[in-house]
């Protein structure tokens, strides 16, 4: 019976990089996948979405060259050949994965595992013992009961392998997927609607990026209908139909729903072996132990935020606390959450409500405009920074809506986990003409000194 100091059944963000941690610290792994090492998120979500995402400012910028004059002719969508580019990205950073967890010395093993003890894991009728297991399989994409994924119906999975742009599309669900496939397909030339049941899309950012989204969303001609649930759907030979509770209906020739992820955690044993589960979710401390000796959960299978850097800090977390590092908790409020879409939206901390809810009228709030922000301008997009802090007190929140703000998150994080007062950042220096630019004015207007902003 092959065994190691640790067994990882799961090689997505969480599980891979817990391997690559262990090993790093000495330990000998066994990392098991049914499928490619990677997981969802190589595979069947974040790179190759935003692959998707960077051709669609390609056409968004051929599109609108004019206005820079700039003289191009936007001619069409090749979907061939952006699969190819897409694949491209994704085969090279697969192949680099693979020589990672090789030179490390990590065991892979491939096939389905199910845990037959609590320090076992059985794959293809071989035992693998570890003196410790972590339990990393990941999400899938859900549906509602009512709709079955076939044909004209499916989920990110399908919709990444399509071969051509539809023309109309409904996605239905309007969280950080839907609008990520929405912006997409707009800028590809499809006609988009996005149905939310819940009054607004992104309904777990700031209120204020949510409206911003819409507004710019309308702008881009993506259509709305939010605050009214989907009923049912139904499809032939010339599209597909969906109905709203309300009794309006849409035709499109594909839906996809993107109604979230629910826990791959069912029927792998977990439960046999008496791992506390709820609704599927496999339960954890805060230190990701469950409530069996020397079983931890990594990634999505846990409740919380279902983020690839969730995955990887989880991963490196385990394998530091196993090797009695006492790793670092962070509290899922201050992982960095961003929106891929046009415009970007990016966030970390508490939103203005959940901060007036703890702090009350301690809360103080500024909203520092990107119209004033000379790369913004450069770049024509409109948006924000909004900063949610405590009087005389930390940064707890900053929410960021536009072009590119997704990548001024690095900052926000810092900024949140470091408990900095306006006054801190506000003395340091941001590089001119940068977006980050806009990071640092926020702060002086925040700090009662404002440069290029009104107080
Ligand atoms: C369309 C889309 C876009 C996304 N974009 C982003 C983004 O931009 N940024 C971001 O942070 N997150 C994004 N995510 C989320 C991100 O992909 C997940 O949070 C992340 O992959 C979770 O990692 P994980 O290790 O928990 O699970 P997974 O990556 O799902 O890995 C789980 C692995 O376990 C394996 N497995 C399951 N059961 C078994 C078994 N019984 N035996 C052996 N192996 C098994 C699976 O094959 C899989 O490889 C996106 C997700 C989707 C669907």
């Given at each position: 019976?092959?065994?190691?100091?640790?067994?990882?059944?799961?090689?997505?963000?969480?599980?891979?990089?817990?391997?690559?941690?262990?090993?790093?610290?000495?330990m000998?792994?066994?990392?098991?996948?049914?499928?490619?090492?990677?997981?969802?998120?190589?595979?069947r979500?974040?790179?190759?979405?935003?692959?998707?995402?960077?051709?669609?400012?390609?056409?968004?910028?051929?599109?609108?060259?004019?206005?820079?004059?700039?003289?191009?002719?936007?001619?069409?969508?090749?979907?061939?050949?952006?699969?190819?580019?897409?694949?491209?990205?994704?085969?090279?950073?697969?192949?680099?994965?693979?020589?990672?967890?090789?030179?490390?010395?990590?065991?892979?093993?491939?096939?389905?595992?199910?845990?037959?003890?609590?320090?076992?894991?059985?794959?293809?009728?071989?035992?693998?013992?570890?003196?410790?297991?972590?339990?990393?399989?990941?999400?899938?994409?859900?549906?509602?009961?009512?709709?079955?994924?076939?044909?004209?119906?499916?989920?990110?999975?399908?919709?990444?392998?399509?071969d051509?742009?539809?023309?109309?599309?409904?996605?239905?669900?309007?969280?950080?997927?839907?609008?990520?496939?929405?912006?997409?397909w707009?800028?590809?030339?499809?006609?988009?609607?996005?149905?939310?049941?819940?009054?607004?899309?992104?309904?777990?950012?700031?209120?204020?990026?949510?409206?911003?989204?819409?507004?710019?969303?309308?702008?881009r001609?993506?259509?709305?209908?939010?605050?009214?649930?989907?009923?049912?759907?139904?499809?032939?030979?010339?599209?597909?139909?969906?109905?709203?509770?309300?009794?309006?209906?849409?035709?499109?020739?594909?839906?996809?729903?993107?109604v979230?992820?629910?826990?791959?955690?069912?029927?792998?044993?977990?439960?046999?072996?008496?791992?506390?589960?709820?609704?599927?979710?496999?339960?954890?401390?805060?230190?990701?132990?469950?409530?069996?000796?020397?079983?931890?959960a990594?990634?999505?299978?846990?409740?919380?935020?279902?983020?690839?850097?969730?995955?990887?800090?989880?991963?490196?977390?385990?394998?530091?606390?196993i090797?009695?590092?006492?790793?670092?908790?962070?509290?899922?409020?201050?992982?960095?959450?961003?929106?891929?879409?046009?415009?970007?939206?990016?966030?970390?901390?508490?939103?203005?409500?959940?901060?007036?809810?703890?702090?009350?009228?301690?809360?103080?709030?500024?909203?520092?405009?990107?119209?004033?922000?000379?790369?913004?301008?450069?770049l024509?997009?409109?948006?924000?920074?909004?900063?949610?802090?405590?009087?005389?007190?930390?940064?707890?929140?900053?929410?960021?809506?536009?072009?590119?703000?997704?990548?001024?998150?690095?900052?926000?994080?810092?900024?949140?986990?470091?408990?900095?007062?306006?006054?801190?950042?506000?003395?340091?220096?941001?590089?001119?003409?940068?977006q980050?630019?806009?990071?640092?004015?926020?702060?002086?207007?925040?700090?009662?000194?404002?440069?290029?902003?009104?107080?």
């Amino acid at each position: 019976m092959p065994a190691a100091d640790l067994v990882i059944l799961g090689g997505g963000s969480g599980g891979y990089a817990c391997a690559l941690r262990a090993a790093e610290l000495g330990m000998s792994v066994i990392l098991i996948d049914k499928d490619k090492l990677g997981g969802t998120c190589l595979h069947r979500g974040c790179i190759p979405t935003k692959a998707l995402l960077h051709a669609a400012e390609v056409a968004d910028s051929a599109r609108e060259s004019d206005a820079f004059g700039v003289r191009a002719i936007f001619e069409g969508i090749d979907m061939p050949k952006v699969n190819e580019y897409r694949d491209g990205v994704v085969g090279r950073l697969y192949k680099g994965l693979q020589g990672l967890i090789k030179s490390r010395n990590v065991t892979f093993v491939e096939g389905a595992g199910r845990l037959v003890s609590p320090n076992t894991v059985e794959v293809n009728g071989e035992q693998y013992t570890g003196k410790n297991v972590v339990l990393a399989t990941g999400s899938y994409a859900r549906t509602l009961p009512s709709l079955e994924i076939s044909g004209r119906i499916m989920t990110s999975d399908e919709a990444l392998n399509l071969d051509y742009v539809p023309e109309r599309v409904i996605v239905l669900g309007g969280g950080v997927i839907g609008v990520e496939f929405a912006s997409v397909w707009r800028s590809f030339g499809a006609d988009v609607t996005i149905v939310e049941g819940l009054p607004r899309l992104i309904p777990n950012e700031d209120e204020a990026c949510s409206k911003a989204l819409e507004r710019a969303f309308r702008k881009r001609g993506i259509n709305l209908s939010t605050g009214i649930k989907f009923a049912s759907a139904t499809q032939d030979a010339a599209g597909v139909h969906a109905t709203l509770e309300d009794g309006t209906t849409l035709d499109a020739d594909l839906l996809l729903v993107a109604v979230g992820r629910g826990p791959n955690a069912v029927g792998m044993g977990f439960e046999e072996q008496g791992i506390a589960m709820e609704r599927g979710w496999v339960l954890v401390d805060e230190r990701l132990r469950t409530n069996v000796a020397g079983v931890y959960a990594a990634g999505d299978i846990t409740p919380g935020l279902q983020l690839a850097h969730r995955g990887f800090q989880h991963g490196i977390f385990i394998a530091e606390e196993i090797g009695g590092l006492n790793p670092l908790v962070i509290a899922d409020v201050n992982i960095p959450r961003v929106t891929y879409c046009e415009p970007e939206v990016a966030s970390v901390g508490l939103t203005e409500v959940e901060a007036r809810a703890k702090y009350g009228d301690q809360t103080k709030v500024y909203e520092y405009n990107l119209g004033g922000n000379g790369k913004s301008q450069i770049l024509g997009t409109a948006g924000f920074i909004k900063l949610v802090s405590v009087i005389d007190g930390p940064v707890v929140g900053v929410h960021l809506v536009g072009s590119r703000m997704g990548e001024q998150i690095g900052e926000a994080q810092l900024i949140v986990n470091w408990e900095a007062h306006p006054e801190d950042i506000a003395s340091l220096i941001h590089a001119h003409p940068t977006q980050n630019e806009a990071m640092g004015e926020a702060h002086l207007a925040l700090a009662g000194k404002p440069l290029h902003a009104h107080a």
